[in-house]
């Protein structure tokens, strides 16, 4: 490509260049956007740059040969009509404030493509962004879905969800990031889509937990069954919908994560399960296992709207070290002794969840004024 075909194409920004940015780059840049990434390390920044590798995160993998890096956070932001931000989700805050003066003048979607709650606040990743940037909520997006990096980065057919409360929002960012092995649908449930990607990696750690203690495919698919209810009474409880958390951003991704190896949330959990403490597995992993520092503020928000997640209660008695590891897979119930009613939808089950699903599906064409945007509806 020219150096002036290379200028023309629409400029993007990622910063972070973790296995997750660094995809995203490569998503974006294989769709046809001009991409620079940002990242934290100078000698990073340079093997992408020079190299269009990133050995350390994407072992094996090329990256596209127009990609551009830089570890100057001004070079990257500059002229970008879109912005993605992927690093850990308690240094988002920290890193925004670096952000914020160098996109005074923008009106460019600031897209979060992480799936934490900052432990302080249990603020989702799009709250601390409003908050940071002070910007119009219309003007966030999140991403979420069945997305493991390295299988995307081999260019692996796979879908996603791109979520914002502005339908204009959610079309332009899913039109940029798509390409032919990467199909994104929209959605306005950005409440769904963010805790979908968050608790589903609570599930994961429960789950690497009872293969890591050795028991086999009833325990995993009991509990990976039953997270898709706590996943989804907890989510409902803050307004999110209840299909959303059937979707990509929901049962989608705790398939993929409770299934891979390559989770690392998975991997945490099984390192557990082995035996390991909890600061054990912390020095262990090199990269980023989110629902480690997820739990306490999830858990605590449970609480506060009176959600019971069991489960969840369970993983953090395994990383306080007040639970033994074999002992998670009985205790998937509240209750023990009382045998419940097998409830798999919130309160609008029955014959009012199919009414309820209709009517949400008729505000969902009302609102995307009946061109039948794509999306991720079951
Ligand atoms: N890897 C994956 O398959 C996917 C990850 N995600 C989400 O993407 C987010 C980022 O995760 P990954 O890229 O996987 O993590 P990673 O561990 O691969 O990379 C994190 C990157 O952030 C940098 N970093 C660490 N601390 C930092 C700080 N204080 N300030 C600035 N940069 C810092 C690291 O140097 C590294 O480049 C997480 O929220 C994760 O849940 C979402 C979908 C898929
Ligand atoms: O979010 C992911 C897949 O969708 C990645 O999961 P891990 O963070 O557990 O690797």
Same mark, same amino acid.
């Given at each position: 490509?020219?150096?002036?075909?290379?200028?023309?194409?629409?400029?993007?920004?990622?910063?972070?260049?973790?296995?997750?940015?660094?995809?995203?780059?490569?998503?974006?840049?294989?769709?046809?956007?001009?991409?620079?990434?940002?990242?934290?390390?100078?000698?990073?920044?340079?093997?992408?740059?020079?190299?269009?590798?990133?050995? $350390?995160?994407?072992?094996?993998? *090329?990256?596209?040969?127009?990609?551009?890096?830089?570890?100057?956070?001004? $070079?990257?932001?500059?002229?970008?009509?879109?912005?993605?931000? %992927?690093?850990?989700?308690?240094?988002?805050?920290? *890193?925004?404030? =670096?952000?914020?003066?160098?996109? %005074?003048?923008?009106?460019?979607?600031?897209?979060?493509?992480?799936?934490?709650?900052?432990?302080?606040?249990? !603020?989702?990743? %799009?709250?601390?962004?409003?908050?940071?940037?002070?910007?119009?909520?219309?003007?966030?997006?999140?991403?979420?879905?069945?997305?493991?990096?390295?299988?995307?980065?081999?260019?692996?057919?796979?879908?996603?969800? /791109? &979520?914002?409360?502005?339908? $204009?929002?959610?079309?332009?960012?899913?039109?940029?990031?798509?390409?032919?092995?990467?199909?994104?649908?929209?959605?306005?449930?950005? /409440?769904?889509? #963010?805790?979908?990607?968050?608790?589903?990696?609570?599930?994961?750690?429960?789950?690497?937990?009872?293969?890591?203690?050795?028991?086999?495919?009833?325990?995993?698919?009991?509990?990976?069954?039953?997270?898709?209810?706590?996943?989804?009474?907890?989510?409902? =409880?803050?307004?999110?919908?209840?299909?959303?958390?059937?979707?990509?951003?929901?049962?989608?991704?705790?398939?993929?994560?409770?299934? &891979?190896?390559?989770?690392?949330?998975?991997?945490?959990?099984?390192?557990?399960?082995?035996?390991?403490?909890?600061?054990?597995?912390?020095?262990?992993?090199?990269?980023?296992?989110?629902?480690?520092?997820?739990?306490?503020? /999830?858990?605590?928000?449970?609480?506060?709207?009176?959600?019971?997640?069991?489960?969840? #209660?369970?993983?953090?008695?395994?990383?306080?070290?007040?639970?033994?590891?074999?002992?998670?897979?009985?205790?998937?119930?509240?209750?023990?002794?009382?045998?419940?009613?097998?409830?798999?939808?919130?309160?609008?089950?029955?014959?009012?969840?199919? !009414?309820?699903?209709?009517?949400?599906?008729?505000?969902?064409?009302?609102?995307?004024?009946?061109?039948?945007?794509?999306?991720?509806?079951?």
């Amino acid at each position: 490509m020219s150096r002036r075909q290379d200028a023309a194409r629409p400029r993007v920004a990622v910063v972070g260049a973790g296995s997750w940015g660094t995809t995203f780059g490569k998503i974006l840049a294989d769709g046809g956007a001009h991409v620079t990434m940002w990242a934290r390390r100078p000698e990073l920044a340079s093997e992408i740059q020079e190299g269009k590798r990133n050995s $350390e995160y994407l072992p094996g993998i *090329n990256l596209p040969r127009d990609m551009h890096a830089t570890h100057h956070l001004s $070079e990257a932001l500059e002229g970008a009509e879109q912005i993605y931000l %992927s690093i850990p989700s308690q240094a988002v805050r920290q *890193n925004l404030k =670096a952000v914020r003066p160098l996109i %005074s003048q923008s009106d460019a979607p600031i897209v979060s493509l992480m799936k934490g709650v900052e432990r302080r606040t249990g !603020l989702r990743m %799009s709250q601390v962004i409003e908050q940071e940037l002070h910007c119009d909520p219309a003007r966030i997006a999140v991403a979420s879905g069945p997305n493991l990096a390295l299988e995307i980065a081999s260019e692996q057919p796979t879908a996603a969800v /791109i &979520s914002s409360t502005s339908q $204009e929002t959610a079309e332009a960012v899913a039109r940029r990031a798509r390409n032919k092995y990467f199909r994104t649908f929209v959605n306005t449930d950005v /409440i769904g889509t #963010e805790f979908g990607g968050v608790l589903k990696n609570l599930i994961a750690v429960a789950i690497g937990i009872v293969d890591g203690v050795g028991y086999g495919e009833n325990t995993k698919a009991s509990i990976i069954t039953r997270g898709l209810v706590e996943m989804t009474d907890f989510a409902v =409880a803050f307004g999110a919908q209840h299909e959303t958390l059937q979707g990509l951003a929901g049962l989608g991704d705790l398939i993929a994560t409770c299934q &891979s190896p390559l989770s690392r949330n998975n991997t945490a959990g099984r390192l557990l399960g082995q035996g390991y403490r909890f600061d054990d597995v912390v020095k262990q992993m090199n990269q980023t296992a989110e629902g480690l520092a997820s739990v306490a503020p /999830i858990l605590q928000l449970a609480r506060e709207v009176g959600v019971q997640m069991p489960i969840v #209660e369970q993983v953090k008695m395994v990383l306080d070290g007040t639970m033994n590891p074999r002992d998670i897979a009985p205790h998937l119930t509240t209750d023990d002794d009382t045998p419940q009613g097998e409830r798999t939808t919130n309160g609008q089950a029955g014959g009012g969840g199919a !009414l309820w699903r209709s009517i949400q599906r008729a505000l969902d064409q009302f609102r995307n004024g009946g061109r039948g945007a794509a999306g991720d509806r079951p």
